[in-house]
Structures are given as C-alpha cells and as structure tokens.
C-alpha cells in the first residue's frame, strides 16, 4: 500500500481509529475529546462513529482521568486517557508515576496497565508557564512507564498504534504546535513501529545532534544552515524517552566524535545530561569536545511573544552550540 | 428568594442599602467590563493580539460580589472570567489592554503570566493560574492566615461549574470546612465548561448542593441580578468575618460569547439557547431596573457610554503604543533575593 502525506493530527486519528476498529477493549475519555473532537482536534468525528460508551466526555479532573484509566486498565480494558497539556498532568501526577508505572512491579506481576496517555507539550503560543513547559524527561525518571515523543506523521503513527496494543503504560507526548506537519504515512492497519527504537533522521560526519519532538524541527533547520557551512550533522531522533535506545547514537559518536543534544525541556537534570554522562561512560575515548546542550532557558516560561522566544532553543542556537563543538 | 430563572428580567432589591451614587457606580463598572471586552474581541480578530478569554455575561455576578467586599482590605483569588470583579477592585483598562498587547509595565505579570491571569498585591488579587481550581486550596491558605494571623480579612475565590470537578475544590472547601474559615467560594456556573454541558461534569442539579457536606453554608443566586448576588454575597462575607466560617455561593449565569478566543460555540449549543438567555443579559436588566428608579435615562445612559469609549479608547491606544518587554525580562529573578538569611 503506498504511503500517503498526512499531518500529525491525522495520523493519530488514523492510529486512534484503526485500533478502536481492531480492539473493543480500546476506549478514549478525557475533557472536551467527544463534542469538541479533542482539544487538538485529533478525535474529531469519534463520537459519532463510535459512541458515547466509547468515546467519553469527562469532568475537569485530571487525577480521575488517569486514575481512573489505571483502574480501568487493571480490569482488563485498554482505555487511552487523553490530557490537554502535560503540564496538567501535574495534577494527575501520583497516578501516573506512582500507580501506572509501579503496580506491576509492586504487585508480583498480578496485574499490567495497558494504558496510553495521550497529551500535548511545548511552547511557542504564548500560553504562558502553567501551560507551555515540556517536562517529558520527569516522567522518563520512573521505571514502569513508556515515554513516546514523537516528531512526525510516520513516526506518530506507527508508536501510538504500538503504544495501544503494548501490555505497558505509556505517556504519548504530541507537540501542540507540530499537529500540522505532513509527512508520508503506511495506510496499512498493521504499521507498527517497535517501542523504544531511535531513527537516524540525517546522516552526517561532523557532529551528532541528539533530539526528540521540536527538537527535530530545529535540529533539522540548523543542520540546513551548518551544510552551507560545510558542516553535516548526523540527527539522532529519539523518538522513545523511556525506553531509551542510544544505540544509534554511540555508532554515530564514534564516527562524529561530538555531540549536541537538543530539546526543550529545562536545561537541568534533563536528556542531554543522560546522554552526556552514557557517552563519557561508554564512549571516553572517543571524545574531541564536550557535550553540549541547547535547551529551553532556567525561568517559567514566560508570555509575551518576545520573550517567551528568547526562552525557548532555536536553530540559531543550536548552530552556535555545533560550531562551538567543531572548533573554528 | 427563589428566582425562577427561566421568567427571571427583574432585579431583586430586597435588603439592598447602597445610595443611589454607588447603584449608578455598579451600573458603569459593568458597562466598562462589557465594552472593553468587546473591544479586546475585536482586536482578536484583528489579528493583533494572541489571545482573550471573555467575562461577557458574567458582569452581574462579578461586580455585586466585589462591592460586598471590603475591597483593598479583603483577599480575592479571582478566575480568568473575572474582567469585571478585576476593574471593581482597581485594575485599570489600561492595566488590561497591556496584558492583552503582551507589553512592558504590564502591572499584574511584567506580561510573564497570559492576560486574565488576576494578581495584584495592591489590590489584594492573590495570583491566579492556569490549572483550574487550584486557586481554592490557594485560597483556604490565605484564609487560614488572615485566621491565625487575627485579622478581619476575608477571602473570596471564584471559579467556574466545570472547575468543581477538580479535586482541589473539594480539598479546599473541606479544608474551609474543618479549619471554620473566613472564605466565600464563589461559583460562576454558566452551564457549560467549554463545550461540556454542566450535567456531564456533576450529578446533582446544583454546585451549592455540595456545601453540608463540607459542613459550609450554601447559597444559589441569579448571576444576572446584580442586586441580589450582591446581597448573597454580602451577607456570606458576613458570615466568614464574624468568624462563622465558610459560605458556597452558586451563582447562575451565562456566557453569551465562544469560551475564548479558540473556541466556536456553534458546535455544541443552538443560536436559540444564546438569543434566549441574552434577553436576560445583567447589564440590561441593571438598565431597567435604574430607569425605573428614575436614575437612569436615555442621556445619562449615553453619556456613561461616551466616557466608557474614551477611556477604552485611550487604553487601547497606549497599549498598542507601548514597547515590547526588554529581552532581559526574560531572566527576572526566579528565586527572591537571600539577603535577609
Ligand atoms: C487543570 C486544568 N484542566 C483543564 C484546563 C482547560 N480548561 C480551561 S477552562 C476550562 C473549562 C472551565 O469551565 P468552567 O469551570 O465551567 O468555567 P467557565 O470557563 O465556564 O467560566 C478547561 C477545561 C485547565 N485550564 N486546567
Ligand atoms: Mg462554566
């Protein structure tokens, strides 16, 4: 079957509709994911097509949703709970990382929690701290709970459709300013994409940029203006924050011999400092520079248009931060 | 006082003891809420700012509470709805046409924080947030505080219907329960939180019903009435100052507009329902119930309307005039400052 050019939104509706067709257990709720079609829009028509026993408004209360999706879970449903912000997922918190990730661990493996979260994350629309953080890495920190953060249509597709029929809980993280990105997607109701597996998304010899989510965007812009400079990055998408597959990274650092790592996360305790410390771990000897990392400023994300920009990483500083690493 | 909201035009006056210069204060507040949200609407569309979130429709309730205030002396935690109970307690429509423009000398954020987002230490606005609700644990806090600390401050925080889900409302209403606080809740219930209907968020027919289970007092008004949502207000203020404890307040209102400036209600309510509830608009049942008292007429209405646009438009013009916030605002302090360790 031939790949069709689609946007993020529509591949995760199209993954969210195949596995509802496949799977009666699979059923959605979340705020405003029935009438509203989804706060991105991505569970538009659902409704209709599958009704409200399966398609459910819920009251504004973040810890019942993911709660109650861990409940629903335990007793042999596969519910996908829908958050409008990760940075609502704060209130809903000690369900997530102390309930979803630990009860089969804690329980002798009594019970699985096949669930998936689906919420969105990042900046750039000026919604201010409470709402435009992207805090992915906090929930990377727990064993017990898959991370999937996506950066295209392919991508998206593939992972949600794994995440659903996965035993595992996993939070699935969408760009909120990504949802219009097209690229070439399998119609194929059984594409899946292995969980946990990285993809090289560039090849390059001068220097590996670790990424993931709008890291990709930027990462692949500043690459365009590096080349002009005879610069050619190698781009590692991570696309997996838990299960973390930095294989394809270790093989492009030893050619590279340098590395950024780009996300947009805060700049402390976050995924360039895992990568940085694996790679001193594994790969010592083969370091020219150091490590360096381009993320989102150390304040709350702040409003205004202007600012709030200067807060966030850009192609430019990532460009600064390879040049930096390539000497010269 | 039951109001039968469906037939309810008339304002409720019973108890009421303001003088006529305050009734006619009330009348232009509401009237400079309206105005200078549907200005911000329209520079929506313009394109020239990001976002606007509405209090249109709620301008009954809002300034009835804050005049049952002490206002400068009591606490209010106030919601992203509250443009109208904001402008009551002193912010400015220049203070909000700088938050909207995102612009330098914002007064309640540096413009850090979206616009709607109440704070103000001289205006005694606790700061509010995004996730909802969090603001009544917030709130039960400062109550607990004006308690241990002996003052006479109450603390008044509101919220919309589709909010009381949250686990925070009940949290900190028990909280105010069992610690006999001196807090009024108050909930702007305009049926809808975004597109969900308020009988998909809750089970019983009103948010006030909660209140003896948190052994609070309850109350429901006619958020349309400005009159009476300012008596109901005043006497659970009352109630919280002489150390009585806790009041939910239920006010029944409407919002005439989309959610914000993202939304498009006519996906999930009838043209009909708005119409019908717009006839019940609180600034023109204010407008008749003051032509009747002889207060009002036809010039004096204008004239109000006059001075509104001007200093809408003055607002608006500075505003838009102002600079952008210097990029080192980026990097305000995030820590307060350890010079008193
Ligand atoms: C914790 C949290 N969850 C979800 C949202 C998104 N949200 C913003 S406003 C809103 C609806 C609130 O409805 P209601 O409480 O009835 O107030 P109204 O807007 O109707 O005045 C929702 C779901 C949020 N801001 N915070
Ligand atoms: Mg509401």
Redesign the pocket.
């Known amino acids: 079957m031939a790949d069709r050019p689609i946007t993020i939104r529509e591949a995760l509706s199209a993954a969210l509709r195949e596995e509802m067709q496949r799977d009666e257990r699979v059923f959605i709720m979340g ?1 405003e994911v029935g009438v509203w079609g989804g706060t991105y829009a991505v569970t538009r028509g659902f409704l209709d097509e599958f009704g409200e026993k399966r398609v459910r408004d819920t009251p ?1 209360a ?1 810890m019942v949703i993911a709660g109650a999706a861990v409940g629903a879970a335990m007793a042999g449903l596969r519910p996908v709970a829908e958050i ?1 912000t990760i940075n ?1 997922a704060f ?1 809903a918190l000690d369900a997530i990382v102390n309930h979803a990730a630990k009860v089969r661990y804690m329980f002798n493996g009594q019970f699985t929690v096949p669930l998936v979260i689906r919420t969105t994350t990042g900046g750039g629309k000026q919604l201010g701290a409470t709402h435009s953080h992207a805090p992915e890495v906090i929930f990377a920190h727990f064993p017990g709970l898959y991370v999937a953060v996506p950066g295209t249509a392919y991508d998206a597709k593939g992972m949600l459709k794994a995440s659903i029929r996965d035993d595992n809980p996993v939070l699935f993280v969408e760009h909120s300013t990504m949802l219009q990105r097209r690229s070439p997607v399998p119609d194929d109701p059984d594409f899946l994409l292995p969980i946990g597996k990285s993809d090289v998304k560039r090849r390059g010899d001068d220097v590996t940029i670790v990424t993931f989510g709008k890291g990709l965007e930027w990462s692949t812009a500043a690459a365009e203006t590096l080349a002009q400079d005879g610069i050619e990055a190698e781009i590692i998408d991570l696309r997996w924050l838990r299960p973390l597959d930095l294989e394809p990274v270790f093989e492009s650092f030893k050619k590279t011999n340098r590395c950024v790592v780009v996300e947009e996360s805060l700049p402390m305790f976050n995924v360039g400092a895992e990568v940085a410390a694996r790679l001193q771990d594994e790969l010592f000897d083969y370091m020219d520079a150091p490590v360096k990392r381009v993320a989102a400023m150390d304040v709350p994300l702040p409003y205004a248009a202007e600012i709030e920009r200067m807060a966030l990483p850009s192609p430019e500083k990532i460009v600064k931060a390879v040049k930096e690493v390539v000497g010269g | 006082m039951a109001t039968d909201l469906q037939t309810a035009h008339q304002i409720d006056d019973t108890g009421i003891d303001l003088d006529d210069q305050t009734l006619l204060e009330m009348y232009w507040q509401m009237v400079r809420a309206r105005r200078l949200d549907e200005r911000v609407w329209i520079l929506h569309r313009q394109g020239k700012i990001a976002f606007h979130i509405s209090g249109i429709g709620h301008e009954g309730v809002q300034v009835g509470a804050a005049y049952a205030m002490r206002r400068g002396h009591d606490y209010a935690s106030l919601y992203y ?1 509250d443009l109208a109970f904001s402008l009551s307690l002193g912010l400015t429509p220049l203070d909000f046409m700088l938050a909207v423009f995102g612009k330098a000398g914002e007064p309640t954020s540096g413009s850090r924080q979206m616009p709607s987002h109440w704070s103000s230490r001289k205006l005694g606005m606790l700061s509010s947030s ?3 609700a969090t603001q009544v644990p917030q709130a039960a806090g400062a109550a607990l505080a004006c308690k241990l600390r002996g003052d006479d401050r109450v603390v008044i925080v509101t ?5 009381t889900s ?1 686990g925070d409302f009940y949290e900190g209403l028990n909280w105010a329960g069992v610690h006999q606080l001196p807090l009024v809740c108050l909930v ?1 219930n ?1 049926i ?3 597109s969900v209907p308020v009988h998909l968020q809750m089970a019983v027919p009103n948010v006030a019903d909660r209140a003896p289970m948190f052994g609070i007092a309850g109350a429901i008004v006619d958020g349309n009435d400005v009159l009476a949502s300012y008596c109901v207000m005043r006497e659970a203020v009352e109630r919280a100052r002489s150390g009585q404890g806790a009041t939910l307040v239920e006010a029944k209102t409407y ?1 005439p507009v989309p ?1 914000s400036s993202d939304d498009d209600d006519r996906t999930y309510r009838s043209r009909d329902e708005v119409e019908e509830w717009k006839k019940r608009d609180a600034i023109l049942r204010f407008q008749v119930y003051l032509r009747e008292r002889g207060l009002l007429d036809d010039d004096a209405i204008a004239e109000i309307e006059e001075r509104v646009r001007q200093e809408v438009d003055e607002a608006h013009a500075a505003a838009e005039a102002a600079p952008y916030p210097p990029p080192e605002d980026t990097l305000f302090p995030v820590f307060a400052p350890d010079d008193r360790v």
């Open positions: 705020e504004i973040e409008m609502f209130l | 709805r995004s996730p909802v919220l919309g219907e589709g909010s949250e702007q305009n809808y939180a975004i919002r959610h």
